[in-house]
């Protein structure tokens, strides 16, 4: 069945897909469709590249480019989503209107010097398009996801889970949770003054606002031991 990839007549498709515009979409659109054959088999979560995480950053540099990223993202009415889905969208339509624009541009500009500027400027108005296009189909997704953000904080709320990094104090720290699966590896921190060492059970009771963090408190404390 996948001999006819490989017949003489393809070759103009392989021609496409491999020059430029095409090849930039045809790439992610690799990388993604790998990613979500992982994700099938359960190695990586969907949310792994959720611009919603606030891992520990170091540096101010490391901040202003992290809300640079979701600013843009919400711009365009990207965010609501995990970005795996958001990428996975814009490499497919970047892909299908950067291939059938090149394809049929090819047939009618006489020069190299024409088809490059013709190349360019198709990557970005595919690109343009293709974010577009996305904004709109993930609309109706985004209220999904809200509900599973509130189930997920229900279920993790008042759960002992185990301190994964070195310290966890009121500025960093992460802790796992045996949720009968994978796991969830979690951003948290701890209340006033408290730290806690790797290995240490502690109990979380609230999520922050605005963000991807959760408050811990010790397991003894929340016992009333």
């Known amino acids: 069945m996948f001999a006819i990839f490989f017949h003489e007549s393809m070759n103009p498709f392989h021609q496409t897909v491999t020059s430029f515009p095409t090849v930039i979409y045809s790439a992610l659109l690799l990388i993604c469709m790998l990613y979500w054959v992982i994700a099938v088999l359960g190695l990586v979560d969907l949310d792994i590249l959720d611009m919603d995480y606030d891992g520990d950053i170091d540096s101010v540099d490391s901040v ?4 640079g990223i979701a600013g843009l993202l919400l711009k365009f009415g990207l965010g609501g989503v995990p970005l795996t889905i958001t ?3 814009i490499s497919l339509f970047g892909w299908l209107l950067c291939y059938y624009a090149s394809y049929f541009a090819s047939q009618y500009l006489p020069t190299t010097l024409l088809n490059i500027i013709a190349s ?9 398009i293709s974010v577009l296009i996305t904004a709109q189909i993930i609309k ?13 904080t229900k279920h993790i709320l008042g759960q002992i889970v185990i301190v994964r990094s070195a310290v966890v104090n009121k500025d960093r720290g992460e802790a796992f ?5 994978a796991g969830l590896l979690l951003n948290v921190r701890a209340t006033a003054n408290n730290e806690f060492k790797k290995g240490d059970e502690v109990v979380v009771i609230e999520q922050l606002n605005d963000s991807n963090l959760y408050r811990v408190i010790a397991k003894s404390e929340f016992s009333g031991e």
């Open 64 to 67: 202003e480019a992290q809300n």
């Open 120 to 128: 360019i400027v198709i990557f970005f108005v595919a690109s343009y």
């Open 87 to 89: 990428l996975s969208l």
């Open 177 to 181: 949770m045996n949720d009968g699966g």
């Open 140 to 152: 109706p997704l985004r209220k999904l996801f809200a509900k599973l953000d509130i189930d997920e």
